[in-house]
């Protein structure tokens, strides 16, 4: 089915913003904002499997998003901040990764849709003017970022044949994809860590000399979930044709293997310590400048901290035959990225 143009999805998606502020005095400004739109589907996950076949995700249709916050500004002789609240819900959104699929041992594309997802935290930044060219910056986001209902998955052979016989349809217009509900509520949404704050201390002298140091703090990060591991096949077992057209039973997890293959796993927080230093000369009455910072990342060296990381789709089953439990679940362990240890760097930049 790769000859010529696919079939083409056309969408139309309005978007409308809208702001209020009220300036309650010189120092202290409250403002709110609202936006309403929707998204279409980027080309990559709206087929199941592009390299193969030009067959659409079931019900294709554009993402709707809903995002709404209210902030306060201050503005104070030696003082400033913001201090902001925020929430935003997407709706009948796409997700798409690739993997091998031991049970059916082939390559297999799996696109999620009808993916809800809602964002919503506060987020604090003050800027404090100390002495002798001294001030202290303080920023803090505390968030909550997971998927509020259940979402569909649609599974397809990188090599277009059906995934329970193994064989190549001899009618293109044949179904050979798996369609069938994947368990994302309440998952978290794998994007960084959702508590995040950082305290800097900056100095400048009027000789254009500056410096900083900055300790940040990281945590509730949750590596991203495998949808392969949360499948109805997988979670609740299942009844499935073989190539004979015959019933062959399909065994959900167990209480002990949902422990270990089911769950979404919490990274631990941890901190990092960063400095900079830097000067800027000034040539020809200020006509042309040389800037030179120099930035040091990771002081302490923390190679320890996950920063990120991701569940494998892999499961080991042993084989496809009736009765046959999990076996080996820990076969493929979750992979973690860390922080990179103690860094430099050096920035010179010539102004003319």
Known sequence: QSKGYGFRAMFIDPSIKAGLTWKADAHNRVYANV?????APLPSYSYVAPRVKDNLIPGLQSEKVLSYDLNWMFNYPGVKGRVTVFQTHMIDGTESTGYYNDEFRTYVNHTLFGVDRIFRGVELGVDVELRAGFSIEVAANVGDYRYTDNSMGVMSAENGCNLFTGELPTDLSETTDIVEKVYTKGMMVS????IASSITLDYFHPSMWFADITLSYYDKNYLDFSPARRT?????GGTYPDKLGND?????????TYRILGKQERLKGGFLLDASVGKVLYF????????INLSLNNLLNNTSMVTGGYQQSRLSRDTKSYGKPIQA??????????AWGFNMFLNVAYKF
């Open 329 to 338: 679940v820990d076969k493929f362990p979750n992979r973690y990225y860390y």
């Open 232 to 236: 109805q096949m997988n979670m609740y």
């Open 35 to 39: 936006l309403a739109e929707s998204r």
């Open 191 to 194: 994007n960084g860590p959702q």
């Open 248 to 256: 062959m039973v399909y065994d959900g997890y167990t209480n002990e």
């Open 284 to 291: 020809n009455n200020r006509a042309q400048s040389l800037n």
